[in-house]
T-cell receptor, first 107, second 113 residues
Framework: AQRVTQPEKLLSVFKGAPVELKCNYSYSGSPELFWYVQYSRQRLQLLLRHISRESIKGFTADLNKGETSFHLKKPFAQEEDSAMYYCALGRNEKLTFGTGTRLTIIP | DAGVTQSPTHLIKTRGQHVTLRCSPISGHKSVSWYQQVLGQGPQFIFQYYEKEERGRGNFPDRFSARQFPNYSSELNVNALLLGDSALYLC????????????FGQGTRLTVV
């Protein structure tokens, strides 16, 4: 069975400080990993996916198959980064989401 | 482009009733998926349809059913509603179903009383 774990429900970071949102997954095979974000009063939207290996809004995430992790990182937090972040694993037309981490950037 | 649209936005039903939720995908998208999001949890996969055929089903009881129409819009039906069915129901569309980017609607907030 596939499973995604986000150990932190809440995370507060000062503006300008580095951010790391943790995500671990359980899946036997080649997973496709995503980070979705939901800003206040907006719909859930894709932030980035591991296969594209790009940086979006300063965020990056590296797939570590040895540690089965896909942590989301940003070197310098900005106030507009405050949102709900979900890590998701995609396989066979199905996305399995973690429980999410609410990130709050303190001015 | 209007994005994925869902209707209604809010709904209150009584236990035992039936409900139909609707979703219109982004123009050109042939895949529609449904998710249930209970408060404090991440979205949980219910169904996925591609080209009008069911391609995936999550761990939900048979009270949940769905279909996709020739114009690729979709309906989610839930029979014999329980209090535990209260949740935000999300629809997502994508060009293809195979782990391509899913675009989500705003959701339908269902409250069962």
């Amino acid at each position: 069975a596939q499973r995604v774990t986000q150990p932190e429900k809440l995370l507060s970071v000062f503006k300008g400080a580095p951010v790391e949102l943790k995500c671990n997954y359980s899946y036997s095979g080649s997973p496709e990993l995503f980070w979705y974000v939901q800003y206040s009063r907006q719909r859930l939207q894709l932030l980035l996916r591991h296969i594209s290996r790009e940086s979006i809004k300063g965020f990056t995430a590296d797939l570590n198959k040895g540690e089965t992790s896909f942590h989301l990182k940003k070197p310098f937090a900005q106030e507009e980064d405050s949102a709900m972040y979900y890590c998701a694993l995609g396989r066979n037309e199905k996305l399995t989401f973690g429980t999410g981490t609410r990130l709050t950037i303190i001015p | 482009d209007a994005g994925v649209t869902q209707s209604p936005t809010h709904l209150i039903k009584t236990r035992g009733q039936h409900v139909t939720l609707r979703c219109s995908p982004i123009s050109g998208h042939k895949s529609v998926s449904w998710y249930q999001q209970v408060l404090g949890q991440g979205p949980q996969f219910i169904f996925q349809y591609y080209e009008k055929e069911e391609r995936g089903r999550g761990n939900f009881p048979d009270r949940f059913s769905a279909r996709q129409f020739p114009n690729y819009s979709s309906e989610l039906n839930v029979n014999a509603l329980l209090l535990g069915d209260s949740a935000l129901y999300l629809c997502a569309s994508s060009w293809r179903g195979e782990n391509t980017e899913a675009f989500f609607g705003q959701g339908t907030r269902l409250t069962v009383v």
